[in-house]
């Protein structure tokens, strides 16, 4: 990473495309996420860690809506998130989301999986739809795959397919929780390896993951979470090198 | 060190006795000591029971003569069928009309054929249905044409059985469906109206449903207005078909994972378009063997229309018995009526096996 990026990073010049203002979650009485603020800029790359129950997943489902905070703002693209339906079209049109489990449709061939958002939000024309499909298709490597079934195809291909899909609806923000957890050893690379090329095309990302070997080749900042706070964040190399907190020393010991 | 070439695995035949006839008789039949032993005791049960029938059904049976040529012979009196079968497929449709009902089933069954096939699945299909369903219509009532007006209380035998029974799945489904979204709804007068008359309905025989719409409803009715009888039962028939249709439905739509509405949200598709691309497709398909046993449970339970006085095929078969020309050939016309039934509900739950391996898209 460069210096002119990390700056862009830290000192924000224009508005972020993502606004977390002291935002909170509970579950019925867990208060799952507590005073969460996070500025996220166009290009920027974030990697999200924290050990399991931590409230990454929660966090980043609440910014396209699959969770609903409870108290503080969340603004993406200049719309807020509010109980207005329309808002909350119009953010998830803008945010791309990968699932850990995939979740492509199994009735639908690839192809299908991927024209559906294009056709139906969008209002794309099927043929435009199909090329832009085949084009995306063609970027994750799995072009010749098009006419099957997601049950037909291995774990990282799914996967694949699955951001392939999210790219077809042009988001300006890609969401990832723990794609690769959920993969065969010999499936991880192929699913990073497209998530760095998207890295370099400049898109702009919040990944949750463990894979850290990811986070310092790819992310401007290192995001640390434990029990519902961001406790730590920072640029990969500190991070790594010379984390503050004595809970972020601690997970580090833990997983590298 | 070398590994030997691939091509020197040697692939062997299975013993012969695992292969062939014999293997499947070892296999199937006679894998173990008591399924030996069921298969000897169904032998001879088989060998008891067929020969005799076959004889009867077959050998000593006559097939077309007066009722009389039955009265001294010991195999079946099948001249029961094509004697009355007018009768027994039209009911009480005048007698020189019934090349109508006759058409008009040919009609449907055409259309039922050509809907089979998943390519016909266009909106051309609905304008075709449309189309014969006027046409039938225009058969059975008449009125145009020079044809002699023939009033509903007259349609009877196959024509009213098939009819209340198409209509009243194809009515039925849709209806089940919405009311199972409906009971799934958030907003809950919504859910408490579909939960309500889902139990309300399922709590009841459908012998009180046709009761109350042939007894009770017309009560209810303001002076001077009557609704068609076949109507009100044909409605009975859908309102209960459909309570039994959504609470299948139901279970289709909670075994969806979270993870296909949260893929369908994260793409920004809405409601109506998250169930009826994403939700409905899968749930629909994963409930086409249960609710192919209830559409199978509504044909059938047509024939309890005779209570409220409407003549469908079993009631003009049983009329026929009654004829003391013919009774005492009740096995026979029985049998008839059961191959009848047969061939509809098999073709049905044939096709849906088949529909359901078309389906399938490997998971
Ligand atoms: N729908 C839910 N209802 C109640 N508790 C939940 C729900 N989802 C998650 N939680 C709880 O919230 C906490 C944070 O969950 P999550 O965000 O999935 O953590 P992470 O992704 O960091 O592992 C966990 O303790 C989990 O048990
Ligand atoms: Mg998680």
């Known amino acids: ?256 | 060190m070398t590994n030997p070439p691939v091509s020197s695995r040697e692939y062997l035949k299975p013993p012969i006795t695992e292969v062939g006839v014999i293997g499947w008789l070892r296999g199937n039949l006679f894998n173990s000591w008591y399924n030996s032993l069921l298969t000897v005791v169904v032998l001879i049960l088989l060998w008891q029971l067929v020969p005799p029938f076959f004889r009867w059904a077959f050998i000593d049976s006559v097939w077309n003569t007066p009722a009389e040529a039955c009265r001294d012979i010991d195999g079946a009196c099948w001249s029961i069928i094509p004697r009355n079968i007018s009768f027994i497929l039209f009911g009480f449709f005048p007698d020189g009309e019934q090349w109508r009902p006759g058409l008009a089933m040919a009609l449907m069954l055409g259309l039922v054929i050509f809907s089979r096939n998943r390519k016909h699945w266009k909106k051309s299909l609905g304008i075709y249905w449309s189309i014969g369903l006027i046409a039938m219509g225009t058969l059975m009532y008449g009125g145009v044409f020079g044809m002699q007006v023939v009033e509903t209380a007259r349609w009877s035998g196959l024509p009213l059985t098939f009819m209340l029974a198409l209509f009243g799945m194809v009515a039925a489904y849709p209806l089940g469906v919405f009311l199972a979204l409906g009971r799934q709804s958030r907003m809950p007068a919504i859910k408490t109206l579909c939960v309500v008359y889902i139990e309300m309905i399922r709590g009841v025989p459908l012998i009180s449903l046709l009761f109350m719409s042939s007894v009770m409803f017309p009560l209810f009715l303001p002076e001077g207005v009557t609704i068609d009888k076949v109507l009100r039962a044909q409605v009975a028939i859908i309102l209960f078909t459909a309570a039994y249709i959504a609470e299948v439905v139901r279970g289709g739509l909670q075994a969806m994972p979270r993870g296909q509405f949260e893929a369908a949200d994260s793409i920004g598709l809405n409601y109506n378009q998250t169930m009826r691309l994403i939700i409905l497709p899968q749930a629909l398909k994963i409930v086409i063997p249960p609710s192919v046993g209830i559409l199978l449970s509504a044909f059938k339970d047509t024939s309890l229309v005779v209570i409220i006085a409407l003549y469908d095929v079993l009631k003009t078969t049983k009329v026929t018995l009654s004829n003391p020309k013919w009774t005492g050939y009740s096995t026979e016309a029985y049998i008839f009526l059961a191959v009848l039934y047969f061939i509809c509900c098999y073709a049905m739950s044939n096709y849906s096996r088949k529909l359901e391996k078309e389906l399938h898209t490997g998971r």
Request: proline residues 5%; aromatic residues 6%.
């Open chain 1, 1 to 256: 990473m460069n210096e002119i990026e990390q700056q862009a990073a830290v000192t924000p010049a224009d508005r972020p495309i993502i606004e977390v203002k002291s935002m909170h979650k509970w579950y019925g009485d867990f208060h799952v996420l507590s005073d969460i603020n996070l500025h996220v800029q166009l290009g920027e790359r974030i990697v999200i860690c924290g050990p399991s129950g931590s409230g990454k997943s929660t966090l980043i489902r609440c910014i396209n809506r699959l969770e609903e905070h409870k108290r503080g703002q969340i603004i993406v693209n200049g719309t807020e998130l509010t109980n207005d339906i329309k808002n909350i079209e119009k953010v998830r049109a803008e945010v791309g989301m990968v699932f850990q489990h995939f979740n492509l449709f199994p009735h639908l061939s690839i192809i299908d999986n991927l024209t559906l958002g294009p056709i139906w939000v969008r209002k794309t024309p099927k043929k435009e739809a199909d090329e832009m499909a085949m084009m995306f298709l063609e970027k994750v490597h799995i072009a010749e795959q098009a006419k099957k079934f997601p049950g037909q195809l291995s774990g990282g291909q799914q996967q694949r397919v699955a951001i392939a899909r999210s790219l077809c609806m042009k988001p300006k923000v890609m969401l990832f929780d723990e794609p690769t957890s959920a993969l065969d050893p010999e499936m991880i690379k192929e699913v990073l390896d497209v998530m760095i090329d998207l890295a370099e095309e400049g898109m702009t990302m919040l990944v949750v993951t463990h894979e850290m070997g990811f986070a310092k080749s790819v992310a401007d900042r290192v995001m640390f979470m434990d029990e519902g706070q961001i406790v730590e964040q920072n640029t990969p190399h500190v991070f790594f090198e010379n984390p503050q907190h004595e809970r972020t020393k601690l997970f580090l010991s833990q997983i590298l």
